[in-house]
């Protein structure tokens, strides 16, 4: 629900941020096709742009059918809007509205990527039509008229649009899972070969100092079989006491 004045309440949740986002694009398109430098700034940097910039063509506000060379003369047009030379009174968000177009532009430069992001579009509008045709079904079921909202051309682009942003959103989740998994493993890894060399290095240091004092313990072990030798040679006999001599008694 709405706060005064229009904009969106801190307890708003991403189809709240989602409608006034698109209601307010829909009414500043009405007034003027083109928009505005800080108008395309407020629109690439409104809460929620990390869910809405997703989706390249949104961001270039260009159809996924259009050509290389309307991408390309679409992309310097805006660049050009919200360049931070262009824009040296907010040159810091004119700076991060600068990066989200450079990056949306890259993205469908790439054939994978942009073949990925017109997949996430076609994907959000089977979608679509295929909860519509559930609807009708339900309705039809139910003896009642089949119609839904989605029948309104303009309706049915906003529930386009948002599912579309539910994926690219879907992924871009798993996307950094992803990430945070492979990071996890990385450092795993490296922990796992740095204590592996650490304990071969142990190894070798020991193996070192084994050698190295090897002919010491071998002269130690000499010289005491020597000197255990040399005592058993040294050594006298047991010698026991003599009873002292009796001396004969003489008789007179």
Known sequence: MAAAGGEPSAQSGPDDLFNHFYTEVKQIEKRDSVL??????????RPGSSYFNLNPFEVLQIDPEATDEELKKRFRALSILVHPDKNQDDPDRAQLAFEAVDKAYKNLLEPEQKKRAVDVIQAGREYVEHS???????????????FVEEDDPEMFRQAVYKQTMKLFAELEIKRKEREAKDMH??????????????????????QKNFEETRDGRVDSWRSFQAGKGKAKKEKKPRS???PPKVKMEQRE
Not at 132 to 146: A, I, S
Not at 199 to 205: I, L, V
């Open 36 to 45: 505005t430098s800080k108008q395309q700034i407020d629109r690439l940097l």
């Open 132 to 146: 519509m045709k559930e609807k009708k079904k339900q309705l039809k079921k139910d003896g009642k008229p089949q």
């Open 185 to 206: 493993e990385w450092k795993r890894a490296r922990e796992e070969e740095i204590e592996t060399a650490e304990k071969a290095k142990r190894e070798r240091e020991w």
């Open 240 to 242: 026991f006491l003599k």
